[in-house]
């Protein structure tokens, strides 16, 4: 499955911006993909999942950097804001996670006493 990427060219530099599995546990495992599911970091949630998808193709640019590419990008054009596309790029890592169904499995509580 193709996954989606942000591209973009700054400063006569191109960007392909993308999520891989390990990002996404990482961002998973710091929390981040929890406070956004419940509504938390309204104002920093786009900056860092931004930030993030650097990672799997960009990822000795600097923060500082990141945060001015982030800074003149439009927020939004015709498939979406860019926070939603960020979720929707997210989203396509977390679904290539799941279970494919090939693999039967049972539970075994042991004997009863």
Known sequence: MSRTTLD????GRDYTLAYTVDV???LDRSGILAEIANGN????MTEDLFKAAFEANHSTVSNRIRENIL???KDA???????EILL???NEVHESLQPKGNVQWRVNRGDKI
């Open 24 to 26: 996404v546990k990482r």
């Open 71 to 73: 800074l003149e990008l």
């Open 88 to 90: 929707e790029m997210i």
């Open 41 to 44: 970091r309204p104002l920093t």
């Open 77 to 83: 054009n015709e498939d979406g804001s860019l926070l």
């Open 8 to 11: 973009f060219e700054y400063n």
